[in-house]
């Protein structure tokens, strides 16, 4: 068995050895429209999900592109459709009534080894990290994590060729 280092060892969320908590997340409040939150999500492309947070900043819950898309979609809209009943549909719907608020979330300063352990637990790619008053910091992703590993498996491999 490969005997793999794990470069996290007294790494908090808020110092992760990698890329810092992704700043590509997007937020929006609890009454952006469909139509605005598919906007936001063409203009990010890379984006995931969507945090919904109040006017604080709290976090209220996560829109994965994948739910968003299915609210799209569901409808199977017949080519007869007419503009103006899809515009009223994708205005219809709010990102409150779409969001997950039963969601896994880490503080700034959880220990690296217990996120991790967490997402793999319970699947997930991605973790909202909030700070002790549930304001959103952002997202620690999968290649966030992946990124220091990999590069401390490279620096070993050239240490162990020397």
Known sequence: ?????????????????????????????????????????VSHPNARFIAVVDDAGKLLGLIRCKRL????????NPPDLMLHQLFTFLTSETSGELMLTHILTAKEEDLLEDIIKTMLENDISSMPIVDEQSHFLGLITLPQ?????????????GNSSD
């Open 69 to 76: 898309f299915q609210a799209v979609f569901s409808q199977h």
């Open 145 to 157: 994590l992946l990124e220091p590993w990999l590069e401390k498996q490279k620096q070993d491999a």
């Open 1 to 41: 068995m490969c005997a793999m280092k794990f470069p996290y060892s007294g790494f908090c969320a808020s110092t992760c050895p990698g890329k810092n908590l992704s700043n590509s997340s997007l937020t929006v409040n609890k009454n952006s429209t469909i139509l605005q939150m598919v906007e936001l999500l």
